[in-house]
């Protein structure tokens, strides 16, 4: 399975991953990375499976004939990270406004600049924003974590989706200060690689984990998932 890193360091996969296996049998090894290259990896043939969250990435996926049908499996939402004492002013619910303070302050603000689905994401609050990004706009070119980290460190502001955020340790300073903007919802989605494009696709397999996580089972098990009473996902395949 080609996921994503916020599936894998959220810490959903070591809950997932074993009941999955309990009701079937079937082990299933996961590539976390940003869902552009989860997709690129499909397209090579280099997965079964697909569990991202990128809804128009993946639409277009399934339209190019790479995947045989997206399913809804679940959301949260991202919020935007950043030192405490907020220096860039930005605490609220409004992404764009946001956004247009850190710019002005030229306030240090950490990309992903990985093409993941997260990234997508705010790349499109950036063109909501309709603002140049601001000197202190820095990509790392790296997963959820080690943005985190790299933001922990250096009191910057970071774009993150929840999941990560509430299983992450190492947060120094930082304190979510903007969320509740309906833009920050965060849809995931499931998919099996069409075998037509890569024979080798085990797509019996894949096509039972895709029908395991959008079943009762599978829906219950991600929402019983939390971290300090908090839940992580909102199963949402009925929808």
């Keep these: 399975m080609a996921s994503t890193t916020s599936t894998e360091?959220?810490?959903?996969?070591?809950?997932?991953l074993p009941a999955f296996k309990k009701d079937t049998g079937i082990d299933i090894k996961?590539?976390?990375?940003?869902?552009?290259?989860?997709?690129?990896?499909?397209?090579?043939?280099d997965a079964d499976v697909l569990f991202v969250h990128d809804q128009v990435a993946e639409e277009k996926f399934v339209a190019d004939g790479w995947g045989v049908k997206r399913y809804p499996v679940m959301y949260n939402d991202f919020?935007?990270?950043?030192?405490?004492?907020?220096?860039?002013?930005?605490?609220?619910?409004?992404?764009?406004?946001?956004?247009?303070?850190?710019?002005s302050a030229n306030a240090v603000?950490?990309?992903?600049?990985?093409k993941s689905g997260t990234n997508a994401a705010e790349l499109r609050y950036w063109k909501l924003a309709d603002t140049e990004k601001g000197a202190g706009y820095k990509e790392c070119g790296c997963g959820m974590g080690p943005a985190?980290?790299?933001?922990?460190?250096?009191g910057a502001y970071v774009l993150t989706d929840r999941g990560t955020w509430l299983n992450f340790k190492n947060r120094a300073d930082l304190a979510?200060?903007?969320?509740?903007?309906?833009r920050l919802f965060n849809q995931y989605g499931v998919m099996v690689v069409n075998p037509a494009k890569h024979p080798q696709v085990k797509e019996k397999d894949a096509q039972r984990f895709v029908d395991w996580v959008t079943s009762a089972a599978g829906q219950r098990s991600i929402a019983e998932y939390q971290i300090n009473g908090q839940q992580l996902f909102f199963p949402n395949a009925d929808k």
């Design 9 to 16: 360091q959220s810490g959903l996969f070591s809950q997932l």
């Design 176 to 182: 979510i200060l903007v969320e509740g903007d309906k």
């Design 109 to 114: 603000f950490i990309s992903r600049g990985d």
């Design 79 to 103: 919020v935007i990270v950043g030192p405490k004492a907020d220096p860039a002013g930005i605490a609220g619910k409004d992404v764009a406004v946001a956004l247009k303070k850190i710019a």
């Design 148 to 154: 985190l980290n790299m933001a922990a460190g250096s």
């Design 30 to 45: 996961v590539v976390a990375v940003g869902t552009g290259q989860a997709l690129d990896m499909a397209r090579r043939g």
